[in-house]
């Protein structure tokens, strides 16, 4: 087994974080006045920049390890998803993004303000800190078994809080001075890293096969194995189990809604948009991310490609080699990190160590500023109101980045157990958690946009609906209030389609409350505000 560092792999090490320290000082030079300048960076930042910056905040480790794993395992249907991410996109930029704009909203739960009052507002907001407290959890733990592999040799738990430690440390630090503007440009190195990892490795992979690029499309379109070809791209299946969750009918539903709350309900994200200039811009920032990850997924799934032939094409494969193991230390690994493990050169294993690290950063630090700009423009400011300076504002915004970057470290740690508890696979594992808050935030948005019913109370119970309905639906939930013979085992995609439907219908069955003046005022707004407030009731239910 090849697996320890060497120089040259050290090197490299030593060279990211480098880059790291100098770009995080380059980015963050200057002063930071409010906390509306800390989190949207006053909407100058460059559309392009964005993009890519939206780009790397979806595609996380998870992503890195988890898309070869798929490839190799299966076909080219995960690319697919991109349609509904594409139609999302679109959905999202008509219907959410004018309205940001409209009435100047740092966080995109201030909208429900708006329609409900400011209770709603901060239920909402509750809801997704504890969804992205889930994701990029889960996102933070992939991240720290690969790198505790890597750098370890194994997963001992105190091997894995050391990676999280490294991780989290990192991310706080490369984020926490220059607010969003360092993370979104972060972002950009961040996935130029990455990406440059996996190109090399693709190449490596390809150079180690033996053939021409005619004979490798031959052999993946029919394997030697008797599968199905592996460059199948769409999936015309009705499946709707977790085996399905990748065909085009779980695409344009499950996908469609997950990539709507992902680009206009999840701060996370959304977040980017309202750094914009304005609506238009926003808009190209989301549908030029989606344009932007066909290519890098495609890289990522071609990794796999190849690993199937080389591990399991007798034309490629050596009986000398390794056979590729599930399992490493007792951890269910991918077939990726197997490689990674076991195959790659000096230097080129200590740049997938970089990617690994970039991809996770690139999402921890959006994590860590989207979240910390919910509990402080939602949460903290209409409390404190004139009790909190201008001055303080961002001292206080970064004291909430240092406890959010502890809460995910506990997360992540929950995560080493969860998941080996679930016996999800790391992709489903990553994607399926966003399930248990988007089904009542999307419910609960969908109410105020589209409809002229709904209160408080009935949204509050919509959120409180959609995670326990995501629960409900888990398998190893189901072992302890269903008979074996109920018990039944559905895709994500299709949770987050039933989590939604029952959401919106608790959130339909309360009658209408006009926002009043008194609840403006209550948040803190003028009379001219609280007259605002009241045209976007009338706005949103047209």
Not at 19 to 44: D, K, M, P, V
Not at 188 to 194: L, N
Not at 284 to 294: D, F, K, N, Q, R
Not at 355 to 379: C, Q, R, Y
Request: proline share 4%.
């Amino acid at each position: 087994m090849n697996s320890a560092f060497q120089s040259a792999d050290w090197s490299i090490f030593i060279v990211y974080f480098l880059l790291l320290a100098l770009t995080g000082w380059w980015f963050n030079r200057g002063s930071i006045g409010t906390s509306r300048e800390f989190f949207t960076g006053n909407r100058q930042i460059p559309t392009w920049v964005i993009a890519v910056s939206v780009l790397a905040t979806a595609q996380s480790a998870a992503t890195f390890l988890g898309a070869p794993d798929y490839a190799y395992r299966g076909d080219l249907t995960y690319l697919t998803t991109n349609l509904g991410a594409l139609a999302a996109a679109f959905f999202v930029a008509h219907f959410l993004l004018p309205k940001f704009y409209q009435y100047k909203v740092t966080t995109a739960y201030a909208l429900l303000q708006h329609r409900f009052g400011e209770r709603t507002k901060r239920h909402a907001g509750w809801m997704y800190l504890v969804g992205r407290l889930f994701a990029s959890g889960a996102r933070l733990y992939m991240a720290a078994i690969a790198l505790s592999m890597i750098l370890f040799t194994d997963i001992a738990p105190p091997h894995v809080l050391g990676a999280i430690a490294l991780l989290c440390l990192v991310s706080f630090a490369y984020s926490t001075w220059g607010g969003i503007r360092s993370v979104i440009y972060g972002d950009a190195i961040q996935c130029a890293v990455y990406v440059g990892a996996a190109v090399l490795v693709l190449g490596y992979l390809f150079w180690q096969l033996p053939g021409e690029g005619s004979q490798i499309w031959q052999s993946l379109q029919v394997p030697a194995n008797g599968s199905a070809s592996k460059l199948r791209l769409f999936d015309f299946g009705t499946d709707m189990s977790p085996a399905g969750a990748f065909n085009l009918l779980s695409t344009f539903t499950g996908f469609f809604l997950l990539f709507i709350a992902s680009f206009g309900l999840d701060q996370d994200l959304t977040q980017r948009a309202l750094s914009c200039r304005d609506a238009r811009q926003g808009t190209w920032a989301l549908v030029g991310s989606v344009l932007l990850v066909i290519p890098v997924v495609t890289v990522l799934l071609g990794i796999g490609l190849l690993l199937f032939l080389f591990y399991q094409d007798p034309a490629y494969h050596s009986s000398e080699g390794l056979a590729p193991q599930s399992r490493f230390a007792g951890e269910t690994i991918t077939v990726f990190m197997f490689y990674v493990l076991h195959e790659l050169p000096a230097g080129l294993r200590g740049l997938v160590t970089v990617g690994v690290i970039a991809a996770a950063v690139s999402t921890l630090t959006s994590g860590l500023n989207s979240m910390a700009s919910v509990l402080m423009e939602d949460m903290l400011k209409p409390k404190l109101g004139a009790h909190l300076s201008a001055s303080a504002e961002v001292p206080l915004a970064r004291v909430l980045m240092f406890l959010l970057m502890l809460a995910l470290g506990a997360m992540a740690m929950l995560c080493f157990y969860w998941q080996q508890y679930s016996d999800t696979p790391l992709l489903a594992f990553a994607l399926g958690v966003m399930v248990f808050s988007y089904s009542g935030l999307l419910a609960v948005f969908a109410v105020a946009l589209f409809s002229q019913r709904g209160n408080t109370f009935s949204c509050a119970l919509a959120l409180l609906t959609g995670f326990v309905v995501a629960a409900l639906q888990q398998p190893y939930i189901q072992q302890w209030y269903l008979p074996p013979a109920w018990q039944f085992d559905l895709a994500f995609t299709w949770q987050l389609c039933i989590g939604f439907i029952l959401a919106t219908l608790v959130a339909l069955s309360g009658k209408p409350q006009p926002v009043t003046t008194w609840t403006a005022k209550s948040a803190g707004l003028s009379s001219q505000r609280s007259e605002e407030v009241s045209d976007a009731c009338l706005s949103a239910r047209n």
